[in-house]
């Protein structure tokens, strides 16, 4: 059985870095093809895609954010961690960590977690 | 970077009619598009991927179709459960792009 948790702050200040990590169960990131992404969403609007991490440790990022995000992995952990540097009012969001396999489109998403940020 | 503009933006339907949803590419994709239902407060749920298949569990009343840089969902009778946002992903090239959305809402 597939699950991923997205876990982090709830609340940060601007200029913060965020750190956000999904633990998974189910599947093993070293296994071949495997992906794990991270996908945003603030209240209201639509999805926004943020960065992948495949099973050899490459990693692909969202042109608009890539020099605020990283993308790592904690094999032994089963877990997935992003950081966002320098975090703004309009980052506020839920952020979803999913599951994909040979870059394909993921199929198994955490239940989200919603960051806010404010002073 | 590829750029998914979904059409309508809401579609104000009645249980048991027809739904058709586009989302049209700003370069050809090939068939490297899928689609999500989102409820609100929930995670988006994988409905249709490559443009034409239907993910596990998915009702047949779910059918994509298109390729290139023109697809569609057609939801062929809307169910209670079918009123949610869809959004459009693409995995042809890096970054992966969302569309903004379509509501389907109860008229």
């Known amino acids: 059985q597939v699950t991923l948790r997205e876990s982090g702050p709830a609340l940060v200040k601007p200029t913060q870095t965020l750190t956000l990590t999904c633990t998974f169960s189910g599947f093993s990131l070293s296994s071949n093809g495997m992906c794990v992404m991270w996908i945003r969403q603030p209240p209201g609007m639509p999805l926004e895609w943020l960065a992948l991490i495949d099973w050899d440790g490459d990693t692909y990022y969202s042109t608009s954010l890539k020099t605020r995000l990283t993308i790592s992995e904690d094999t032994s952990k089963n877990q997935v961690v992003l950081t966002m540097t320098n975090m703004d009012p309009v980052d506020t969001a839920a952020y979803y960590c999913?599951?994909?396999?040979?870059?394909?489109?993921?199929?198994?998403w955490g239940q989200g977690t919603l960051v806010s940020v404010s002073s | 970077e590829i750029v998914l503009t979904q059409s309508p933006a809401t579609l104000s339907l009645s249980p048991g009619e027809r739904a058709t949803l586009s989302c049209r590419a700003s370069q050809s994709i090939g068939s490297y598009l899928a689609w999500y239902q989102q409820i609100p407060g929930q995670a988006p749920r994988l409905l249709i991927y490559d443009a034409s298949n239907r993910a596990t569990g998915i009702p047949a009343r779910f059918s994509g179709s298109g390729s290139g840089t023109d697809f569609t969902l057609t939801i062929s009778s809307l169910e209670p459960e079918d009123f949610a946002v869809y959004y459009c992903l693409q995995r042809s090239n890096w970054p992966r792009t969302f569309g903004q959305g379509t509501k389907v809402e109860i008229k």
């Open positions: 999913a599951r994909t396999w040979n870059y394909g489109f993921p199929d198994y």
